[in-house]
């Protein structure tokens, strides 16, 4: 689960102990994700696949999931080029619903009418794609071997563009259409399953499940920073719905958050910092959003909404990513409680940080390979976090590779 608003490191982290798991599922989000996982030397972005596809045999697109043919395709071929036999590692939820071409018109159309209070969404036509799911009006996966498909597709399309004011008109140029269809017959070559019987198949059979979050706890719908949010549930109850794993099925809970906060897109971020340390964090941390490439924001670790976010989603394991980051910074802060304020209020935007302040590490973290030998400073740190959160942190990772990873 990714703790803060999303790009914690879930990718590396969910690659990383893919090796101890039968299988990896993802529940929620969709193209709007983007996982970074680095080794070998390489690097691989992946937005809707699983992260656990280089290591791991078994991976599930679970039904909370939404799926865009076309960027599924172009992921999807792109690991084919490059030797993977996914058709053989991936398997797809029937109940998964499609994003259409004309969810994303209807994305970039809600935004614009938004004005100055957009959500600046990724564009991939996400909410589009969730409302249609609750509106009992959306095409799934399983639709797509139906004799009567293209006559669903044509009814949702129309029902879309009479929405964006353009009854009967084109969906942008005929390729768009024809690309997306070619798409599906493509998506169709791999196994449709019923997941939540695989799933509880699988757990039935005491074998393990990990399943993978997208995006992260304050951009949840119900419990982010509503309406800068995405619209899935994000927090760990979605991967009972998401899944079809019933909550007492869930074992332990694995909270990922980096040593500082970023955001991408509009909303409120209490310890978002505008100075020079929020440039070093940026240019250190490579901190450019992985699907849209846009800056993303950054500031200090945020206390409060990382105990709220531990509440939520009943972490039992913390993982802190970046550090790293942090290298040769002279202080570093940590907000341990808003002004006025005893947990994440409902107007967050009106937050005022109180910070403690922590003597920085001024030493490379890449060089350790054990917990026992990393800077006396960077522990302290660590040790903060365990102390108030009450929660081990048992993965630190000290860079973007597989192998910068301390497990204690
Ligand atoms: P995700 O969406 O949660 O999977 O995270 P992203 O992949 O979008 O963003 C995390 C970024 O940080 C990626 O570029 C990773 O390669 C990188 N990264 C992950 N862990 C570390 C780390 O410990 N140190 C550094 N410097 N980079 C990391
Ligand atoms: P991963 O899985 C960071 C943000 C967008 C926007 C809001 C709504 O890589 O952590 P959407 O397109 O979902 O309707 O956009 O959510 N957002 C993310 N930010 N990481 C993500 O995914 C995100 N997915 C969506 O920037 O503010
Ligand atoms: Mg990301």
New binding site residues.
Partial sequence: M?LQ????G??KVVDVLTPRYDAVARFQ?GP????TLEFDGGKYILRSIPSGVFQGHCNVIGNGVVIDPVLFRAEAEELERGGLDLKKRLQISRKAHLIMPTHRLL?AAQEAAKGDSK??????G??PAYTDKTARAGLRVGDTERADFRASYEKARQRHLAMLGRPGAQVGPVEVEKEWFEAVEYLKQYTFIDSEYAINGLLDAEKSVLAE????TL?DVDFGSYP????SNTVCAGACTGLGVAPRRIGEVFGIFKAYCT?????PFPTELFDETAQKMREIGREF????G?ERRCGWLDLVALKYAIMLNGVTQLIMMKGDVMNDFETVKICTSYEGSDGVPYDLGASKPIYKEFEGWRADLRAHATYESLPVQFKKYVEFIEHETGVPIRIISTGPDRAQTIIR
Avoid at 32 to 35: E, I, R, S, T
Avoid at 119 to 124: E, L, M
């Fill in positions: 990714g608003w999303g790009d914690e879930k990718g989000g709007n994700a983007g996982h994305d959500v600046g969404t990724t564009g991939k996400i909410g979050g997208a995006q992260g951009l800068f949010v995405t619209s955001r991408v897109g509009a909303g959003g992985s699907v849209t846009r």
